[in-house]
């Protein structure tokens, strides 16, 4: 009788764990109002994803305003249950060209009001666009109202030439205009999301941590913003043996778990997910775990990473064994190795 009655129990223990475990990753992973889609190219339709991973200071969020900068047009809101939208029209400043016709007037603000999106819940603001004949480099802001039940958060913080981005306290969403030759994939991992790329310039590191056939180049991560709680880990793995061997996972005193991580656009949304057979690396192959692509994954670290700093770690190869490699922590936002000082 009493086994009957706890075995539903425990399942749904089982249940709620893993569920909380998801919640915790993203809104860890979002700190502030931001774009899924951090980069696009000139001349391009886009699909702006607002993200928004919590209230004000605990309350409810009610409204989500978002102005629409000039050489955004034809903007079309999606519509939300349990949310009123508004569109609020106006004069460009020039006239766009679209399907062979003059636009001179659109959105310039959408809004969704009167909704109810707790705290503890995530969620996302939407609309197509069409990106005009922006210069390559250039990033264009959305400054972004966020009221709530108690309290507003005003996202329109624009960091001035030269100023890290990650120092604003409330930063307005981003979106940087990408050249045709650049691969438009938003480089956006989690911690960094959409954030304006600073930093460090290319530079290839010379580390290498070998174990077996394999051969492990250039553990890197980037520097964290303050409240941060997870950071990418990337580097380079090369099979020189005959066999097949997998990276099942890693460990570092840094942080509380270690994943590896898949990224995949689905929908014009950059979306990762956790591997859970790891990641394979076949004979002869070099597998390079890198902003965009496959990763690592630093869950709850424990103390903010520094730029300059190293983070160690133990990978977990399936056949050749436990590896300790060290990461080298590169500039906030930066986008590959740093410059090694040895
Ligand atoms: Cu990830």
């Not at 009221?147 to 409330?170: F, M, T, Y």
Request: neutral net charge; charged residues 20%.
């Amino acid at each position: 009788m009493i086994i009957n009655f706890r075995s539903p129990q425990r399942l749904l223990a089982g249940v709620g764990f893993a569920a909380t475990a998801v919640i915790a990753w993203q809104s860890t992973a979002f700190a502030h109002v931001t774009l899924a889609t951090g980069e696009v190219r000139a001349n391009t339709y886009y699909k702006a994803v607002f993200q928004v991973p919590h209230g004000c200071d605990g309350a409810a969020t009610q409204s989500i305003r978002i102005q629409i900068p000039e050489g955004v047009i034809g903007v079309k809101p999606m519509p939300k249950a349990g949310w009123t939208l508004s569109v609020t029209r106006g004069a460009y400043a020039k006239s766009y060209q679209s399907h062979g016709k003059a636009v001179t007037e659109g959105p310039k603000e959408v809004a969704w009001s009167g909704g109810a999106l707790s705290d503890d819940n995530y969620d996302e603001f939407v609309f197509a666009s069409f990106v005009t004949d922006f210069p390559a480099g250039q990033v264009v802001t959305f400054p972004t109202v966020q009221q709530c039940a108690k309290g507003e958060v005003r996202w329109d913080q624009i960091a001035s030439a030269g100023e890290n981005p990650h120092n604003l306290k409330s930063p307005a969403p981003t979106l940087k205009i990408v050249s045709d030759t650049t691969v438009a994939q938003a480089r956006m991992d989690h911690g960094n999301m959409d954030h304006t790329k600073t930093g460090a310039t290319p530079q290839t590191g010379s580390d290498t941590f070998k174990i077996g056939d394999l051969v492990v180049a250039s553990p890197w991560t980037r520097a964290t913003p303050g409240g941060a709680k997870i950071a990418g880990g990337y580097l380079k793995i090369t099979n020189t043996g005959k066999s097949p061997d997998r990276l099942v996972g890693a460990t570092s005193v840094g942080a509380d778990r270690v994943e590896i991580h898949e990224m995949s656009m689905t929908g014009g949304v950059m979306k990762m997910r956790p591997l859970a057979d790891g990641l394979t690396i076949k004979p002869g192959e070099t597998v390079e775990l890198k902003p965009g692509g496959f990763h690592m994954m630093f869950m709850d670290i424990t103390q903010p990473l520094k730029q300059g700093d190293v983070l160690k770690a133990t990978l977990k190869f399936e056949k050749a064994g436990p590896l300790d490699v060290s990461f080298n922590v590169s500039a906030m936002g930066a986008t590959s190795e740093p410059a090694h000082k040895h």
